[in-house]
């Protein structure tokens, strides 16, 4: 079987936020949700189908994206990416190759 083709970091050109949910308890008892930090990196973010939703009976559109970015053994669908002012819900991880080299993650983005 022929070996897949390792990008050249000269394609990496996305600035891919990688950030994790935290949440705190305010003076009243509330919980407050936030997003921090985990990694800045560069990657490759490709466009994939686009489809429409219905959430409580009205339409949500989805656009779904490939992201990949060098091996990182620490991110995992808990996460979610920003790239430029884009949100982007990480469904699933994968190492598409098994030798950690590149991580792929399938996304969504909910308009």
């Known amino acids: 079987m022929a070996e897949r083709a390792i990008p050249r970091a000269g394609q990496f050109r996305a ?3 990688i950030q994790y949910r935290t949440t705190s308890i305010d003076t009243h008892g509330g919980q407050s949700v936030a997003w921090a930090t985990l ?3 560069r990657g490759k973010v ?3 189908a686009g489809n429409e939703a219905f959430n409580a009976d009205q339409p949500t559109a989805q656009r779904a994206s490939m992201v ?3 091996y990182r053994s620490d991110v995992t669908p ?3 990416l920003t790239v430029e002012s ?3 819900e990480i469904v699933s991880v994968s190492d598409p190759d098994g030798g950690k080299r590149l991580l792929q993650l399938t996304c969504v983005e909910r308009a």
């Open 15 to 17: 600035v891919i936020t």
């Open 39 to 41: 990694a800045t990196v």
């Open 46 to 48: 490709e466009s994939l």
């Open 68 to 70: 990949t970015i060098w």
């Open 78 to 80: 808990r996460h979610r």
């Open 86 to 88: 884009r949100t982007l």
